[in-house]
C-alpha cells in the first residue's frame, strides 16, 4: 500500500495547479506543499532530528511541519494548544523531544522555511520506550491530569485516510475548513489528510478568528462569521459546535448553502440535533472513532445511514460486540501506548458499550466505565478530580458529573460551615490548576453526608454513581450551588477572542459576578450567622418579599405577551413557570400571620424603595423595552434563593424559635428553585440573540442593584460595643 507522501505527491502530477492549503495571507497550490513539505523534510533529515513537538495554532505552517515529518520518517508529537503547562512538560520529557516546530518564532529558534521555525531543546534523559514503525504519537486529553500518548504508523493513518475516502466516494468536497486544532487527531486526518487525497482545498485560519479558544471555548457569533465567510463544503464538529450552528442556522445567522457534509464525532448527539440540522440546511452526519484505532471507525453517510447508529464500520477494521456488549475494534488499531510495552491482543476494548444490528450499523449506548466525555468530545475522569476536589476543599465526600455537558459539575460534602463565597475563592484556585476542559462550572454544596443506607456509597465509601444520577436532583435540591467564573484569563491564552466563548448561562454568570457580591455581600448574612438577627427584621424581610413575589406572575404574563415569534420557545417555558408560581405570594402572607402581623395589612401596605423601584423597572423593560430583561430577575431571585433561603432559614428559625408554618416560603424556595434554576440553565443557553442576551445581563445587574438594597437594609441587632473595639484591635 503506497504511504500518505506517496498518494500526496501523485495528488500534485494530477493538478499541480490547484490550490491545495489556503491560509489568511498565503496560498499553496499542490505542486508548491509538496515541494515545501519535501525542503523542510530535507532540513530535518540535515538536522538529525528524531522526535519533534509540534506546537502552535492552525496555519498552513502547522500542516507543511506535519507533511515534512510524514516525509522525513521523523516521529511527530502534536502538542494541543489547550494542554496545560505541567501536560505539556510531561509530554515533551515522556516522548523525548529534540526540538520543536512551530509557525510562531519561539525564543532562541532557528527559521528553516515556509513560516516554519525550530527549537532546539535541552538533552535530557531518554523518552520512555515507542514501538519501532511510530510516525506520530498523539497524545489525548486523558482521563486524569496526565495525558498518555497513543503510537501510529504511517501505515495505519494511511489506512484510515483511504477508507474515509471510499466511504465518502459520490460526496464531492471541493473546500473544507478546519475548526478544530490541527493537533485533534480527528481534524489532522479527516479535515487535511482526506481532503487533500480527495483534491480539495484544505482552509485554515488561527482558531480565535473562528471564535474557539483552549479546547472547549466558543463563540459562536465569531464562528458563524468565519463559516459565511469561507463558504467551505465540510467540516468536522463535535456536539457542542453542532448544537450552535443548528441553533445559528434555524435563526438564519448561519448561510447553509455551500455545505454538502457536516461529520459529527468525539461524544453522543441525539438524533433530534441531527434532524433539526437537517431541516436547517446542515447535512449533520454522525460518526465514532477514538486515537487507539487512528481516529474514525464508523461514519454515516448519505444514502448509507441509520437513525440511532453511528454508521456501518470503514472497510479496514473489523468491528464486534462481545457478550458484555463492550465494543471490540480490530484491524488498524494503534502501535501501543507510549512507553507500554503493547499487548498484541487481537482485539482492542474500545470501553464502550453498544451494539450491531443485522445490516452492520453500529450504535454507542455508553462507557463501560466511569469516564466522562464532554460534548467538546473531551475525556475526564471522575475520581480524578473527585481526589482534587477532596484535597482542594478538604471535603467528606465529591461526586462529579456532566457526561455530554460542555464541563464538568460536582457535588461535594463539606461538614464544617464555610460559606458559599469562601469555598468559591478555594474553587477558584482549583479551576486554574486543573486543564481547560475538566475545570468546574458548578459545585453543589451538601451539609449531610451520602450514606451507605441510601444507597449512595459502598461499604468502603465509593460513590454508587449509577444510584446518585438517577437521585440526583433530589441531591441536588438538598444543597447549595456555587456557580464558577469559567473565563480565560490572558495568561492561559495570548489570544482571547473579544466575544464571548462560553454558554450564555455561563457568560451570565461571569458577567453578573460583581453585582452578585451587593447581594451575597449584604451585613443580614453575616447577622443571621452571629445571632444578630431578630423578629423584626425576619418580618421586613418577608413584607419586601411579598411585594415583589406578588408581580412574579404578572410580569410573567407581560413578558410572554411581548415576546416576539421567535422565541415561541421562551413563551412556552413562561407557561410552565407561570403554573409553579401561581400562588406563592400568598404564602408568604401566610408566613408573616405565623409570625403574628396582620397579613391583610401587609397586602395593602407599600414596599420599600428599593422594591418598589425594581418592580416598576421590570415592567418598563418588558414594555418599553426587550422583553427578554425579565430572565434577569430570574437569575437574581432564584439563584440567589437557593444558595442563601434552606441554610439562613435554618439558622433564623433556630434563632427565633418559629414554627415550620413561618418558613414556608424560604423553605420552599431552597428546594422548589433548584429544580427552577436548571430549567432556566437550559433555557438561557438556548437564547443565542445577543440583543435578547444583552438585556438580560443588564436586567440582571440593575435587579442585584435594587435587590441588594433591599438586604442591605433590613434592621439588624447592632454589633455590640466591645466586638466594635475587638475589631478595631484586630485591624
Same mark, same amino acid.
Given at each position: 500500500?503506497?504511504? %500518505?507522501?506517496?498518494?500526496?505527491?501523485?495528488?500534485?502530477?494530477?493538478?499541480?495547479?490547484?490550490?491545495?492549503? #489556503?491560509?489568511? /495571507?498565503?496560498?499553496?497550490?499542490?505542486? #508548491?506543499?509538496?515541494?515545501?513539505?519535501?525542503?523542510?523534510?530535507?532540513?530535518?533529515?540535515?538536522?538529525?532530528?528524531?522526535?519533534?513537538?509540534?506546537?502552535?495554532?492552525?496555519?498552513?505552517?502547522?500542516?507543511?511541519?506535519?507533511?515534512?515529518?510524514?516525509?522525513?520518517?521523523? =516521529?511527530?508529537?502534536?502538542?494541543?494548544?489547550?494542554?496545560?503547562?505541567?501536560?505539556?512538560?510531561?509530554?515533551?520529557?515522556?516522548?523525548?523531544?529534540?526540538?520543536?516546530?512551530?509557525?510562531?518564532?519561539?525564543?532562541?529558534?532557528?527559521?528553516?522555511?515556509?513560516?516554519?521555525?525550530?527549537?532546539?531543546? $535541552?538533552?535530557?534523559?531518554?523518552?520512555?520506550?515507542?514501538?519501532?514503525?511510530?510516525?506520530?504519537?498523539?497524545?489525548?486529553?486523558?482521563?486524569?491530569?496526565?495525558?498518555?500518548?497513543?503510537?501510529?504508523?504511517?501505515?495505519?493513518?494511511?489506512?484510515?485516510?483511504?477508507?474515509?475516502?471510499?466511504?465518502?466516494?459520490?460526496?464531492?468536497?471541493?473546500?473544507?475548513?478546519?475548526?478544530?486544532?490541527?493537533?485533534?487527531?480527528?481534524?489532522?486526518?479527516?479535515?487535511?489528510?482526506?481532503?487533500?487525497?480527495?483534491?480539495?482545498?484544505?482552509?485554515?485560519?488561527?482558531?480565535?478568528?473562528?471564535?474557539?479558544?483552549?479546547?472547549?471555548?466558543?463563540?459562536?457569533?465569531?464562528?458563524? #462569521? @468565519?463559516?459565511?465567510?469561507?463558504?467551505?463544503?465540510?467540516?468536522?464538529?463535535?456536539?457542542?459546535?453542532?448544537?450552535?450552528?443548528? !441553533?445559528?442556522?434555524?435563526?438564519?445567522?448561519?448561510?447553509?448553502?455551500?455545505?454538502?457534509?457536516?461529520?459529527?464525532?468525539?461524544?453522543?448527539?441525539?438524533?433530534?440535533?441531527?434532524?433539526?440540522?437537517?431541516?436547517?440546511?446542515?447535512?449533520?452526519? /454522525?460518526?465514532?472513532?477514538?486515537?487507539?484505532?487512528?481516529?474514525?471507525?464508523? %461514519?454515516?453517510?448519505? @444514502?448509507?445511514?441509520?437513525?440511532?447508529?453511528?454508521?456501518?464500520?470503514?472497510?479496514?477494521?473489523?468491528?464486534?460486540?462481545?457478550?458484555?456488549?463492550?465494543?471490540?475494534?480490530?484491524?488498524? *488499531?494503534?502501535?501501543?501506548?507510549?512507553?507500554?510495552?503493547?499487548?498484541?491482543?487481537?482485539?482492542?476494548?474500545? @470501553?464502550?458499550?453498544? !451494539?450491531?444490528?443485522?445490516?452492520?450499523?453500529?450504535?454507542?449506548?455508553?462507557?463501560?466505565?466511569?469516564?466522562?466525555?464532554?460534548?467538546?468530545?473531551?475525556?475526564?475522569?471522575?475520581?480524578?478530580? /473527585?481526589?482534587?476536589?477532596? #484535597? +482542594?476543599?478538604?471535603?467528606?465526600?465529591?461526586?462529579?458529573?456532566?457526561?455530554?455537558?460542555?464541563?464538568?459539575?460536582?457535588?461535594?460534602?463539606?461538614?464544617?460551615?464555610?460559606?458559599?463565597?469562601?469555598?468559591?475563592?478555594?474553587?477558584?484556585?482549583?479551576?486554574?490548576?486543573?486543564?481547560?476542559?475538566?475545570?468546574?462550572?458548578?459545585?453543589?454544596?451538601?451539609?449531610?453526608?451520602?450514606?451507605?443506607?441510601?444507597?449512595?456509597?459502598?461499604?468502603?465509601?465509593?460513590?454508587?454513581?449509577?444510584?446518585?444520577? !438517577?437521585?440526583?436532583?433530589?441531591? %441536588?435540591?438538598?444543597?447549595?450551588?456555587?456557580?464558577?467564573? %469559567?473565563?480565560?484569563?490572558?495568561?492561559?491564552?495570548?489570544? *482571547?477572542?473579544?466575544?464571548?466563548?462560553?454558554?450564555?448561562?455561563?457568560?451570565?454568570?461571569?458577567?453578573?459576578?460583581?453585582?452578585?457580591?451587593?447581594?451575597?455581600?449584604?451585613?443580614?448574612?453575616?447577622?443571621?450567622?452571629?445571632?444578630?438577627?431578630?423578629?423584626?427584621?425576619?418580618?421586613?424581610?418577608?413584607?419586601?418579599?411579598?411585594?415583589? =413575589?406578588?408581580?412574579?406572575? $404578572?410580569?410573567?404574563?407581560?413578558?410572554?405577551?411581548?415576546?416576539?415569534?421567535?422565541?415561541?420557545?421562551?413563551?412556552?417555558?413562561?407557561?410552565?413557570?407561570?403554573?409553579?408560581?401561581?400562588?406563592?405570594?400568598?404564602?408568604?402572607?401566610?408566613?408573616?400571620?405565623?409570625?403574628?402581623?396582620?397579613?391583610? +395589612?401587609?397586602?395593602?401596605? +407599600?414596599?420599600?424603595?428599593?422594591?418598589?423601584?425594581?418592580?416598576?423597572?421590570?415592567?418598563?423593560?418588558?414594555?418599553?423595552?426587550?422583553?427578554?430583561?425579565?430572565?434577569?430577575?430570574?437569575?437574581?431571585?432564584?439563584?440567589?434563593?437557593?444558595?442563601?433561603?434552606?441554610?439562613?432559614?435554618?439558622?433564623?428559625?433556630?434563632?427565633?424559635?418559629?414554627?415550620?408554618?413561618?418558613?414556608?416560603?424560604?423553605?420552599?424556595?431552597?428546594?422548589?428553585?433548584?429544580?427552577?434554576?436548571?430549567?432556566?440553565?437550559?433555557?438561557?443557553?438556548?437564547?443565542?440573540?445577543?440583543?435578547?442576551?444583552? !438585556?438580560?445581563?443588564?436586567?440582571?445587574?440593575?435587579?442585584?442593584?435594587?435587590?441588594?438594597?433591599?438586604?442591605?437594609?433590613?434592621?439588624?441587632?447592632?454589633?455590640?460595643?466591645?466586638?466594635?473595639?475587638?475589631?478595631?484591635?484586630?485591624?
Amino acid at each position: 500500500m503506497a504511504t %500518505l507522501p506517496e498518494l500526496l505527491t501523485r495528488r500534485a502530477n494530477i493538478h499541480p495547479s490547484r490550490t491545495a492549503l #489556503q491560509g489568511p /495571507e498565503s496560498a499553496f497550490s499542490y505542486a #508548491q506543499m509538496m515541494h515545501a513539505a519535501g525542503a523542510l523534510a530535507d532540513q530535518l533529515t540535515r538536522l538529525g532530528v528524531r522526535r519533534v513537538g509540534l506546537c502552535g495554532d492552525n496555519s498552513a505552517a502547522w500542516i507543511l511541519a506535519d507533511l515534512a515529518c510524514l516525509m522525513a520518517d521523523v =516521529v511527530c508529537v502534536p502538542v494541543p494548544v489547550f494542554f496545560s503547562r505541567s501536560q505539556t512538560e510531561h509530554l515533551t520529557e515522556r516522548a523525548g523531544l529534540d526540538c520543536l516546530l512551530s509557525a510562531a518564532s519561539p525564543n532562541g529558534g532557528e527559521h528553516i522555511g515556509y513560516g516554519v521555525w525550530l527549537k532546539h531543546l $535541552p538533552v535530557s534523559a531518554a523518552g520512555a520506550w515507542m514501538p519501532e514503525q511510530t510516525a506520530k504519537i498523539t497524545f489525548t486529553s486523558g482521563s486524569t491530569g496526565n495525558p498518555k500518548g497513543v503510537c501510529l504508523s504511517v501505515a495505519q493513518m494511511t489506512a484510515t485516510t483511504l477508507a474515509l475516502q471510499e466511504r465518502l466516494e459520490g460526496v464531492e468536497l471541493e473546500r473544507h475548513l478546519c475548526i478544530l486544532p490541527l493537533a485533534t487527531l480527528l481534524e489532522n486526518i479527516a479535515g487535511v489528510y482526506l481532503p487533500l487525497l480527495m483534491g480539495s482545498t484544505v482552509i485554515v485560519a488561527p482558531l480565535h478568528d473562528l471564535g474557539m479558544t483552549g479546547s472547549s471555548g466558543l463563540d459562536i457569533e465569531r464562528l458563524v #462569521q @468565519g463559516i459565511n465567510k469561507h463558504q467551505p463544503q465540510s467540516l468536522i464538529l463535535v456536539p457542542e459546535l453542532a448544537m450552535a450552528l443548528v !441553533a445559528a442556522a434555524e435563526q438564519q445567522h448561519l448561510q447553509s448553502d455551500s455545505f454538502r457534509f457536516l461529520a459529527v464525532g468525539g461524544g453522543r448527539v441525539s438524533w433530534d440535533l441531527l434532524a433539526r440540522g437537517r431541516v436547517a440546511g446542515l447535512p449533520l452526519y /454522525e460518526g465514532y472513532g477514538l486515537s487507539e484505532c487512528s481516529s474514525v471507525v464508523a %461514519l454515516n453517510v448519505p @444514502g448509507a445511514e441509520r437513525e440511532g447508529s453511528v454508521g456501518k464500520p470503514l472497510s479496514h477494521v473489523r468491528v464486534r460486540v462481545d457478550e458484555r456488549g463492550h465494543i471490540l475494534v480490530g484491524g488498524n *488499531t494503534h502501535l501501543g501506548y507510549l512507553g507500554d510495552e503493547p499487548a498484541g491482543d487481537e482485539w482492542l476494548d474500545t @470501553g464502550d458499550l453498544g !451494539a450491531r444490528d443485522p445490516e452492520g450499523f453500529l450504535s454507542v449506548s455508553g462507557r463501560a466505565k466511569n469516564l466522562l466525555i464532554t460534548s467538546f468530545g473531551r475525556n475526564i475522569s471522575p475520581e480524578w478530580l /473527585e481526589s482534587e476536589l477532596i #484535597q +482542594a476543599l478538604g471535603a467528606r465526600q465529591a461526586v462529579v458529573f456532566g457526561d455530554g455537558d460542555p464541563r464538568p459539575s460536582a457535588l461535594v460534602v463539606v461538614l464544617d460551615g464555610r460559606s458559599p463565597e469562601a469555598l468559591r475563592s478555594q474553587l477558584d484556585l482549583l479551576n486554574d490548576t486543573l486543564p481547560d476542559y475538566a475545570r468546574l462550572s458548578g459545585v453543589y454544596i451538601r451539609r449531610q453526608p451520602l450514606s451507605q443506607a441510601e444507597g449512595y456509597v459502598t461499604a468502603n465509601g465509593r460513590p454508587v454513581r449509577q444510584q446518585i444520577q !438517577a437521585d440526583l436532583p433530589t441531591l %441536588l435540591a438538598g444543597g447549595f450551588p456555587v456557580f464558577m467564573n %469559567l473565563s480565560v484569563s490572558k495568561s492561559d491564552f495570548s489570544h *482571547t477572542p473579544g466575544g464571548s466563548f462560553m454558554a450564555f448561562f455561563d457568560r451570565l454568570q461571569s458577567e453578573t459576578a460583581q453585582a452578585r457580591a451587593h447581594v451575597t455581600g449584604a451585613p443580614v448574612i453575616e447577622a443571621i450567622r452571629e445571632g444578630r438577627f431578630d423578629l423584626t427584621g425576619y418580618t421586613w424581610f418577608l413584607t419586601q418579599a411579598y411585594h415583589h =413575589v406578588k408581580h412574579t406572575v $404578572p410580569l410573567m404574563m407581560a413578558c410572554g405577551g411581548r415576546l416576539p415569534e421567535r422565541l415561541e420557545f421562551v413563551r412556552k417555558a413562561l407557561v410552565e413557570y407561570i403554573e409553579e408560581e401561581y400562588g406563592h405570594h400568598e404564602w408568604i402572607l401566610n408566613d408573616l400571620a405565623a409570625c403574628g402581623e396582620d397579613k391583610e +395589612a401587609i397586602r395593602h401596605g +407599600a414596599p420599600d424603595t428599593s422594591i418598589e423601584l425594581m418592580v416598576a423597572y421590570l415592567y418598563d423593560r418588558i414594555n418599553r423595552g426587550n422583553p427578554a430583561a425579565f430572565f434577569g430577575m430570574v437569575q437574581v431571585l432564584e439563584g440567589t434563593s437557593i444558595e442563601l433561603a434552606t441554610p439562613l432559614g435554618e439558622a433564623i428559625q433556630k434563632q427565633l424559635g418559629l414554627p415550620d408554618e413561618a418558613f414556608s416560603y424560604l423553605y420552599s424556595h431552597g428546594a422548589l428553585d433548584q429544580e427552577h434554576f436548571e430549567f432556566f440553565r437550559n433555557l438561557m443557553n438556548e437564547i443565542t440573540d445577543a440583543d435578547d442576551q444583552q !438585556a438580560i445581563i443588564d436586567s440582571a445587574r440593575m435587579v442585584y442593584r435594587l435587590y441588594g438594597d433591599m438586604l442591605h437594609s433590613i434592621p439588624l441587632i447592632p454589633v455590640p460595643a466591645n466586638r466594635k473595639e475587638q475589631r478595631h484591635e484586630a485591624a
